[in-house]
């Protein structure tokens, strides 16, 4: 994919005049920057304006019917020319010259079109030329981009983090699935990424499932489902806690009553198994161990059934004694880290940061708390790493304690540290609909999945239907619809779900996408010959329909770069939308027409269509989705 490859295909294109070039145009990744180029061009001759002004006056419309490019004409900034006579007087002197046909105005806007000679010709071999990297700028993630040999920029990237023994929840979800999308991005654009899961394995709520372990565990049903026996125990003495529990509420955090409650029943036996772990006694940690074990096999098993695998199963328990004492002997040494009522504290208010108020980084009996164990987490992952960056993938409602890590980091006068994490955040789902209403495992969501796009499909018409109905395929599709639903949403957005929306064969769904996909493959099954790029007949492809579709798969490195500067899934979803959206109208359309006998016609077409199932594919894959085989 180099520029002289790319100077040989425009002039095939009809293109004889080599890319103007502008600092900002990325014509080798970027096939619409081409454009831009040429656009930009012709403004500045036109107006004899400064090239970068030209340039930036160029917006795209991402629109259909609105035009590729939009020239925003105030932004040209000529004197004394009303925005609206300056478009009127750009659409009258435009030359009419590949790469656009007629441009047309729009009020202050210039909506330029490129033309449908230019387009087949230069964006098919273009997206052939570059198959699964097209729309992505792999530089991105390079530590120097004029210096490629100093390698990739390392981030960590940590999600979906479970509790063990705990119920595997929404927010959970919403982050794996939020998660597996900002790493793919990272991972398209260059970077060197590390998936992490940072298990809840460690701290008190492991002392309390302990408890539970030693009055209601059976050897024999742990044996046969590990995982969910825990759950199993944990809710069990969830309930027997309660009354104990009650009476810590009344306490109001009074400390003598609290330390008087908490001295004996389940609160003493959580706190003393929880010191034992803590102070490494060998039974503590070995029963603690088997647990984890059926647990991280639990889910690794289910990971992979949502096609995501971690580099690391890290977890509250892995952070090590050596960065714990760092950060306790650091704070300590600034000034930062103060006992108050046997407690560990730091106290933020002292430190410019009232409003992350006091917070707990030991507990009075010696143990640790989640915070002390994610301060240190951070620096035994950049021992391990050396990451440029470091992101959480977590709900809305921990964004304190980020800010407290964060903040913390710099007290330490780490702000070295402190300025690479980030915590991207979601709001709350409120609910899946009752199919969804009682999962506890990550497998009863994949369960649902299934059972209810089965239900769901058992209502379509099997003439609308072009995917396979057996258990995998369903499974898959249910799973992308969830997984759609999920992304079609703004991260600060919260949402609910029902299986008939989430489900539905049209519109904006994993269903319809899955759907469509689909029927290109199995059009693209009638002809299953190579292509040759170079004597297509590329005319066959200039009808209004498939212009259309072509310019939808221009955009798409401009949709992918959009969404990996704001981490933002929605635009693709978007996207994917319009471009499905597209195909149908294409495939349905061409359902009328004959192409009997029409050799060049065939070919040209399949060369369309296997290049925009490349595009769906590419897009499919970066919000996470598996899309399925004929
Ligand atoms: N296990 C936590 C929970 O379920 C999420 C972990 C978020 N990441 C972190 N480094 N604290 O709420």
């Known amino acids: 994919c180099s520029i002289t490859g790319l100077e040989a295909l425009l002039h095939k294109a009809g293109l004889d005049t080599p890319v103007p070039v502008f600092p900002g145009a990325d014509i080798v ?11 930009a061009d012709t403004l500045q001759r036109l107006i004899d304006c400064d090239r970068s002004v030209a340039y930036d006056a160029i917006q795209p419309s991402n629109v259909t019917g609105a ?32 790469p656009f046909s007629c441009p047309f105005v729009d009020g202050i ?27 992505y700028d792999e530089t991105i993630g390079l530590a120097d981009q004029l210096n490629p040999e100093g390698g990739q920029r390392k981030i960590v990237i940590e999600f979906s983090s479970p509790n063990m023994a705990s119920n595997f929840t929404l927010s959970h979800w919403r982050s794996t699935l939020v998660g597996a999308f900002v790493a793919n991005l990272f991972d398209r654009f260059g970077w060197n990424v590390v998936r992490m ?17 030693q009055r209601f565990a059976s050897e024999d049903d742990f044996q046969a489902s590990p995982a969910r026996h825990l759950l199993h125990v944990f809710s069990q003495v969830q309930e027997a806690f309660k009354p ?24 003493a036996e959580r706190d003393d198994f ?84 006091t917070a707990k980084l030991r507990y009075r009996n010696g143990t640790t708390t989640y915070l002390l164990r994610d301060i240190a987490a951070v620096l035994d992952r950049y021992k391990a790493h050396a990451f440029d960056r470091m992101i959480y993938v977590a709900g809305a409602e921990q964004e304190m304690h980020f800010q407290r890590i964060i903040k913390a980091l710099q007290l330490m006068d780490r702000k070295d540290l402190a300025d690479k994490i980030q915590h991207v955040s979601f709001a709350r789902i409120t609910g899946l609909g009752p199919s969804f209403a009682d999962c506890a495992l990550l497998d009863d969501y994949l369960e649902r999945c ?31 619809a969830l997984q759609v639903h999920d992304l079609n949403h703004k991260r600060t957005t919260g949402y609910s779900g029902d299986v008939k929306t989430m489900m539905n064969l049209q519109g904006e769904t994993g269903t319809a996408f899955q759907n469509c996909y689909v029927r290109l493959l199995s059009v693209l099954s009638e002809h299953p010959d190579d292509i040759d790029y170079a004597s297509l007949d590329y005319s066959e492809l200039e009808t209004e329909d498939y212009t259309e579709l072509l310019r939808i798969m221009a955009q798409y490195p401009d949709v992918a770069a959009a969404s990996y500067k704001t981490m933002e899934p929605a635009g693709i979803v978007g996207y994917v939308f319009r471009l499905v959206d597209q195909l149908m109208i294409t495939l349905d359309d061409e359902q009328d027409h004959d192409c009997e006998g029409r050799e060049t016609l065939v070919r040209a077409r399949m060369a369309l269509f296997e290049n925009a199932r490349q595009v769906l594919e590419n897009a499919l894959k970066l919000l996470g989705v598996t899309p399925v085989n004929l």
């Open 197 to 213: 899961n940072y298990l809840g394995d460690w701290g008190k709520q492991i002392g309390l499932l302990v408890a539970g372990w």
């Open 274 to 357: 929880f010191k034992k772990m803590e102070d490494r006694e060998p039974e503590a940690l070995a029963l603690w161990q088997r647990f984890r074990d059926a647990t991280v096999t639990n889910y690794i098993n289910s990971y992979a059934r949502l096609g995501i695998k971690f580099d690391e199963y890290s977890g509250e328990s892995q952070v090590t004694q050596a960065s714990l004492d760092e950060v306790e002997s650091v704070l300590k040494e600034k000034g930062a880290y103060e006992e108050s009522e046997g407690f560990w504290i730091i106290d933020f208010s002292k430190h410019d940061a009232k409003r992350l108020a």
């Open 29 to 39: 990744h970027n096939p619409q920057d081409i454009f831009r180029a040429y656009l």
């Open 109 to 135: 806007h210039l909506r330029v079109l490129s033309s449908p000679n230019t387009l087949p010709r230069l964006l098919l071999p273009y997206i052939n030329d570059r198959k699964a990297s097209y729309g």
């Open 450 to 480: 299934q059972s209810s796009v089965q239900e769901y499909m058992a209502g379509e018409n099997p003439e609308d239907v072009f995917f396979k109905q057996d258990q995998d395929t369903l499974g898959s599709i249910g799973l992308s």
């Open 244 to 267: 104990e529990q009650e009476s810590l509420k009344a306490a109001k955090g009074e400390t003598k009553e609290t330390a008087q409650i908490e001295s004996h029943g389940i609160a």
């Open 67 to 98: 035009g590729d490019l939009v020239v925003v004409s105030p932004r040209l900034r000529v004197k004394d020319v009303a925005p609206k006579d300056l478009a009127a007087d750009l659409a009258l002197k435009f030359p009419r010259s590949p």
